[in-house]
């Protein structure tokens, strides 16, 4: 089995190097995984191709196996986003608060890497490079657990990786990956606190779950969406379709789609049999409260909503649907059922809107649009590390800044405490 | 025993009515509490005198004996700091990082409370007041679990505030106190991740280990400082010696107080004599390492360092002497046997405190300074609820604003994604 602290060892010497290793040199290792990427698609896609004609063999959904596969353009996409990477502004160094107190003592916060972080993950092999490059640019190390079902495909691009280190005259230990599929070796990554500072899970509420429950280091929880919209009695019905349909439909394996459509009884029967006609032609099939059932329940992609299906995360295309009161219920509904990840009302009221904004306590409370914008890409932030739904150091969308911490710096001529 | 979902929900719903109320009707309810206290120092000094007495029945130590106990003074003093809360700026509501994307969303972040605050701690009473101010004042609910040696105690400071509470009209469900000393309930309230966002732990090495262990819900763990200050070869040694002196001797119970001395070689013969003679005068007795011991070994209060001694967190009047060969050795000291709370460097020469403060990771790096200002009130937060040696969330001396979180507020006019 691997000997996870030698290798958490290796991680915290290479972390230490990397965070003060000068940005021209970050980017150059980044330019260097691009074009080692670029120069080994053969080898890549034979290892990927060996993974997935395992996944066929084993069994696995279509679903999972397109997300492990590999493909020359998908490849062209990730080192796309490896030199995009390049580009973003880095954080470290970046001070901040400076001031002189009144005994004289100068006084600054400067942003500095986490330190080694330790990412577990699911099928998807364009994580490991995804990570790699944002943890590299943010001066951290990092751990890799990747999926037993890409451990072929994980293998050839942790090669890449470390040539690309290497090149820049960085560590190959700045990202280390665990090559063995023993599960106990995750429990065991969760508990390395002596080395890893933060561990990020990058898959189902399942993973997640595991981790809060078992890791002795910070983990950033997130990307499970519970999402709503309440469409209040004044919103435009025109738009509100639009939206419903973008935030429902875009892509609805992901944790910002819309899982339950809240709807005020003064729209409800001209707005609910409009969206269930636009979004039952693109597939959508609906789970209605009894409310909702009385407008719409003669279709027949309309089911009566179940006991639980206002506390489920869909990722697939369906719909919730409740008609509830007003402001007051539709809040009330979603302090209970959402997992405070992306809140939308559509409204022309203001008061409303501002009442909405101030309490529902979600990392993206939304007005008048699609909840599908919760995406660091999306937000402005460059990248995306992970979606945090966790009210502890970052809650949102992360990317490079939400990947560092800070030091305090104190300077005196000799000051003592009184 | 204790209905500990029962104490998380209520919770959680006042958290959510604190998370709206005004600044204002926050600091009415701090000065009610305050003022509550000023009129119930004879209930709260003989529910503290039983406990008093029930510790000298159980042989407590007399350190411990001190810390729970509370006389008109310190009552005064504790009063006296719930005003000072009421004069801090009101962290919620502040917005920033507004942008007008491209799209034409609009996107900003508010600062809001972090939700409800589970706090474990132990002998200190004062704690329950503080940590109940702070957690009111930046708009967060919070769940105390005090030590049963202040079980009295604590009653009667809890029925301040709840009585403080009410009269400002808010509910007395914000502070929450877990009256039952089984021990079972601190690792229920450690799991208790459907209600508690936060888990404050206030003691020592032991609480802090059994938290992160236990935990389900993000630790804030600090408090533990394993301190140095390095003496480089061009350091002022009348300084030195009287920096040395505070950071030792100010207040040694605390995290911040130094627990290792190294010194350049250049100055090591010159210094130590000096170190002990100052320090020695003031009941400090030494462990030093056998170059220091070759200096300063005859002196009767130094002994020679044992294998453990460099990892001591001392809280007492003893201090690690240690010669090291120059700045990369008394860094690689530092990497190797600090907690990351606070390290200090003496130098004159710029260079040398440049490498200290970009290579020492700690939480408070400091050049020409006495540690001892790791603290909330001396580096101008006004107030401290911890001091965190972890690296998320918040870094070092942590206060108001470190008790909120954000959101993302997101507006739109009908916006989906294309």
Redo the contacts between chains.
Sequence with gaps: MVDLNSLGKRAKAAS?AL??TVTECKNEALCAIADALDAAHEPILEANRADVAAAHVKGLTTALIDRLTLTPTRLEGIAADVRHVVGLPDPVGVEFEA?T?PNG?R?RK?R?P??VLGVIYEARPNVTIDIAALALKSGNAAILRGGSETLRSNRALIEVIQRGLSEAGLSADSILYIDDTDRALVLALLRL?DYV??IIPRGGAGLHQFC??NA?I??ITGGIGICHIYVDESA?PD?AV??V???KT?RPSVCNALDTLLVHPGVASELLPRVVERLEADGVTFRADPRALALVGGTLTVAAAGPDDFDQEWLSLVLGLKVVDGLDAAIEHI?THSTGHSDAILTKNDAH?KRF???V??????????T???DGS???LGAEVAVST????A???MALKELT?????????????E
Tied chains: 1, 2.
Excluded: C
């Design positions: 230490q965070a003060v001031e107190l003592l006084v400067r500095t986490i330190g606190h500072d933060m809060r429950e002795t910070p983990v435009d738009a639009e939206i349909h973008n935030a875009q302090r809107a904004v101030d309490e306590d979600s990392a993206a409370v939304y007005v008048n649009a699609s599908r914008f919760t999306q937000l402005g966790q009210k502890l150091h809650r949102g969308p911490t800070y030091k305090w710096i104190i300077e005196g001529d000799g000051h003592v405490r």
